[in-house]
């Protein structure tokens, strides 16, 4: 494989992928640990557990309490320095095949499916967006989109437009939790899937030249729930393959060190208001 160039991020969120459930399901992330091609830490989720808090956390390196928002149903657009937008402005280029609050959050509020679906467009800080919805399915215990297509949706925007920053989103570890709860063996099925699609991606991520970063915003409690306090929901997973020094982590990291972490990997300046430690440090 290429050495790992510093100026290259895929990040992954695994929605509501709790830490143990990681640790016993992933074997492929931990197959890179393990061989000492990464670095795995238990990361602590911000309050509220819950995901359009946490996805803006993740980018921005705030605290919901201060970013503001503060409720999956108080989404709109994000009015802070975040990595898509640092980034764009920095003369990077960005990509994301995520769920659509990422389209609200940092390209279209509202989201709009027949403009904002699809989108490339040098202008916006995500430029290469591929988004999708959880709507119009007949029952919510569907994995939303297939991972296979997910994963290999990301691989295609990695070969089409080379992006310095990719962001891929998946949602059907939490919409299976949602159904049947973070115990249940259908939620450990659906992150082994995750962890199979990303097995047959990784490599060739890591082949282009990235740092691939992989986490969850928030664990799920055993009756399928989320957004409070208890360590099921607030201990994630976060997994640096390239990090510089590599194996199982000690420490325990916050989600705020995130987005100040990728900034410093892409070469970015970083603003004052992400203060939180860098992961590689
Ligand atoms: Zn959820």
Redesign the pocket.
Known sequence: MAALKKNKVILVII??LKYQTAIEQCGFLEALVESKKARRMKMIAVLPT??APIYETLHTGVQPIHHGITS?DNLRKSNCDNIFSIAKTGGLVTAAAAHSFFSTLYNEDPYIPIRDQEVNDPDKPIQHGRFYSEKGYSSYNISLPSEHDLMNQGSMLVDRYKPNYLMIHSCSC??I??QYGGNSVEYSKQAWQVNDQLAQNIPFWMDQGYRVLVTSD?G?TESG???GSSEVERWTPYYDIGHPNPGIGSEEVSQLSVAPSILSILGLSIPKKMNAPLIDK
Do not use: I, K, V
Request: aromatic share 8%.
């Open positions: 929605d509501g819950l995901s999956n939490d919409s939790g949602h928030h799920f729930n989320h957004g």
